[in-house]
């Protein structure tokens, strides 16, 4: 270690984020998601005031470790206008670290996305997130539907197409589900590349007390071209999803780039 005093303060920063974001959910699950319910019974309705309550969280989230020296995230003043805006879209990018989905939902008032299904098995948890979320344990025909209604409602979904975290160094496995998804729902695919440096302590198999030992974790946003189903229309729905895959890997990964 370098510097002794930078490994105390980031490892004591890091502890302070990870406690943040637990009183946070409690917060979210226990005050805010049921006053919402008490006093909103519209499903839709209260669906959306509860996304909208953790899109404010992560970001006050975000500004906490901006705060902490942790991290730095670059995106132009457009482009998080238009994510601001964006509704009805699956939102794809790759997922170098552990903190991908908090900035993304920071950044997109009405997100969705695919969790594990055990949440929905959890008491008190289950009656928030069956308004939230989609279940990763249905069948494919089931996740679909439930992914179209979501994204009928306005509600952007976010997919990492790699399925987990980027292995440093290694060219990643793009999943044709979110191409299956947008090709079953007729939804445009907003593909972002997030550009990083080094990620160490926030990687997929990085113990906790690892730091990037040079500053701040910096994330540079780059939000490409939407890819529209209607061009894959005309081809067999296996290469249609394969093809559609591929320049879903194109897009978030540009240059064949490894993370």
Not at 141 to 158: H, Y
Not at 215 to 226: D, H, S, T, V
Request: some cysteine; charged content about 25%.
């Amino acid at each position: 270690m370098k510097n002794p005093v930078r490994f105390v303060w980031k490892t004591i920063s890091k502890s302070l984020v990870y406690l943040f974001f637990v009183l946070g959910s409690l917060t979210l699950i226990t005050a805010v998601y049921l006053t919402i319910l008490l006093f909103v019974h519209s499903e839709k309705k209260s669906g959306k005031a509860m996304r909208y309550a953790t899109h404010l969280t992560f970001r006050l989230m975000c500004s906490v470790m901006w705060g902490l020296g942790l991290v730095k995230v670059e995106i132009s003043k457009a482009d998080i206008k238009k994510l601001h805006q964006l509704r009805s879209t699956i939102v794809v990018a790759n997922h170098p670290s552990l903190i991908d989905i908090c900035i993304l939902i920071g950044y997109l008032p009405q997100a969705d996305c695919i969790v594990n299904a055990a949440l929905f098995e959890r008491p008190v948890v289950r009656y928030v997130v069956k308004r939230l979320f989609v279940p990763k344990s249905m069948d494919f025909g089931q996740l679909l539907a439930s992914c179209d209604e979501s994204l009928k409602n306005g509600n952007c979904l976010v997919i990492f197409p790699e399925g987990s975290r980027t292995k440093p160094g290694i060219k990643s496995v793009i999943h044709k589900g979110s191409a299956r998804i947008a090709l079953g729902t007729g939804r445009q695919i907003l593909p972002i590349h997030v550009e990083t440096n080094d990620m160490r302590g926030l990687r997929k198999g990085d113990p906790f007390y690892r730091i990037n030992e040079k500053g701040r974790y910096r994330y540079k946003y780059f939000i490409g071209e939407p890819l529209s189903p209607t061009d894959y229309a005309d081809m067999p729905i296996t290469i249609a999803s394969r093809k559609l895959n591929d320049d879903i890997r194109d897009r978030i990964f540009p240059d064949g780039q490894k993370i």
